[in-house]
């Protein structure tokens, strides 16, 4: 005979029952959204933010992607120029928007320095932003006068180490990368040299070729031409391996010295949103990038520019090569007394 439930039991089995469904809903229900937000992505025109002028590197990046992006997405992609304070405003505007995936950040290296640099930044780069892409990557290169006298890094040094304090070295401001390259020489040479700010690259390279200035890191685009004019001579590169944009440079890490064996710089360019993004949103830009830098025309196009494309990636990537950014710039920050401005 069947056994018969009590109306108490009835009832209790029924509310657990209820309960159940209800927390698989609450569960279930985000997840559908979110996955909705990343299929109807973009539903209006989409908004690449540079923190920074016209001509900038992170800029000419952003504008090589922004007509195959466009293309992919099926929604017209804007670039806006929000420069001021070393890239505080635009980046700050990001920070502040809504994680739909309507306002993209593009920015630079700078964005892994600034923290460590610069007193009351209103976002925090770990917290407030998620990275989706590296899109580009370019290298610093040391250069010197012809007075100098060094063929080599080695050589370098141990004019350095003989005259410790004596050399001034340039760079473009305070917390720039060209002024933490060298700091970060420096540490691992273990030599003393005094930095000089100026306005511009420009003048600094005026500078050396002129005999006024010994030796400076900077950009390749601004003065590889100057070592191939043999104007000036190039010492190194400072990622780890060679760039096809200096040819014959090697890299410091290969310099034989040891403080220098580990010497990896890359003068990054990547893509960041919102945290507030959706993480299923996040995946879905970053597969329409990973797509949009694979496209021969984008790949042509940052070549151009000095920018060497970083090949398809995920979300995970992107995060671990910025943590290690972070982790680096706050290390030489610290260690070489560099006070916050």
């Given amino acids: 005979m069947r056994h018969q439930q009590s109306p108490v039991r009835r009832r209790w089995r029924e509310q657990l029952g209820a309960l159940l469904v209800s927390a698989c809903a609450s569960f279930v229900y985000p997840c559908c959204v979110a996955q909705a937000q990343a299929q109807a992505w973009p539903t209006r025109v989409v908004k690449i933010i540079v923190p920074f002028p016209p001509g900038n590197a992170s800029d000419l990046a952003a504008r090589g992607i922004s007509e195959a992006l466009s293309t992919r997405i099926g929604q017209p992609v804007v670039v806006e120029n929000r420069a001021g304070a070393s890239g505080l405003i635009g980046t700050d505007l990001v920070a502040k928007a809504a994680g739909d995936g309507q306002t993209l950040l593009v920015t630079s290296s700078a964005f892994g320095i600034t923290p460590w640099v610069m007193k009351n930044i209103s976002y925090d780069v770990e917290r407030d932003f998620t990275p989706v892409n590296l899109i580009a990557w370019t290298a610093m290169i040391i250069v010197t006068n012809e007075q100098l006298g060094v063929h080599s890094v080695a050589e370098l040094i141990a004019v350095l180490k003989a005259n410790p304090g004596r050399y001034n070295y340039g760079h473009i401001g305070a917390g720039s990368l060209s002024n933490m390259v060298m700091e970060l020489f420096k540490l691992g040479a273990g030599v003393d040299v005094v930095a000089v700010p100026y ?143």
Avoid at 299 to 319: G, W
Wanted: charged fraction near 20%; proline fraction near 7%; avoid cysteine.
């Fill in 199 to 341: 306005k511009g690259s420009g003048q600094a390279m005026a500078d050396i070729i002129g005999g006024q200035l010994p030796l400076m890191f900077d950009g390749i685009t601004s003065a590889y031409p100057h070592v191939r004019a043999g104007r000036l001579r190039g010492l190194a590169v400072s990622s780890r391996e060679p760039s096809q944009f200096a040819p014959g440079i090697p890299p410091l890490a290969q310099s034989g010295v040891a403080g220098l064996r580990d010497y990896d710089v890359r003068a990054w360019i990547g893509m960041l949103v919102p945290s507030s993004t959706p993480v299923a949103l996040v995946e879905r830009i970053n597969g329409v990038m990973n797509q949009v830098l694979q496209d021969a025309d984008v790949r042509e196009r940052l070549l151009k520019t000095n920018l060497d494309p970083y090949d398809s990636q995920t979300p995970q990537d992107a995060a671990r090569a910025l943590r290690a950014e972070y982790v680096k710039w706050s290390r030489v920050a610290r260690e070489a007394h560099i006070e916050q401005q």
